[in-house]
């Protein structure tokens, strides 16, 4: 299963997109770079079941917002504060990982999620334990990149 899991975030990924914003991405095989010195903000989800994980969804604080946007319909100038972004990047991931759980659950793997969270900053990292396997995926959409972090293990 674990083989499979860039093929799941990539599909869920592109599904969530395409019908909560109505945006196309697709992976970018030139991976993820270093980024562009903007602050950046990462949704995340966790997953409990035969296997348990976490996924992260990396943005810039600039994409995040014009997501927000279009989520909630209104212009980027009438986004107040960082709690409609959070809340936004939160729902979005929530429904990627929620693609993600309905695969693992259709391969025998039922799990249920947690509630999403939300780190912001400019320069940090994630770091998992030894046991645990991390996969990254790259991604455009428009002239944005977004990455998408798992930390998975079985239990």
Request: glycine fraction near 10%; aromatic fraction near 4%; charge should be negative.
């Amino acid at each position: 299963m674990i083989d499979q899991l860039d093929e799941l975030v990539t599909q869920a990924v592109a599904r969530a997109f395409d019908t909560m914003l109505n945006l196309q991405v697709a992976p970018d095989p030139a991976g993820l770079n270093g980024g562009n010195g903007e602050p950046h903000v990462a949704g995340s989800v966790g997953f409990i079941g035969r296997l348990t994980g976490v996924v992260y969804i990396y943005s810039t604080a600039s994409f995040a917002r014009r997501i927000t946007g279009i989520m909630l319909g209104i212009q980027e100038s009438d986004i107040e504060g960082e709690e409609m972004v959070n809340d936004a990047l939160g729902e979005l991931t929530n429904m990627v990982v929620g693609q993600i759980k309905s695969q693992l659950s259709d391969r025998g793997m039922p799990c249920v999620l947690t509630i999403p969270s939300i780190v912001r900053g400019s320069h940090f990292a994630v770091e998992s334990v030894s046991s645990t396997t991390r996969r990254m995926s790259a991604f455009k959409c428009g002239g944005e990149r977004l990455a998408v972090e798992i930390l998975i293990k079985p239990c």
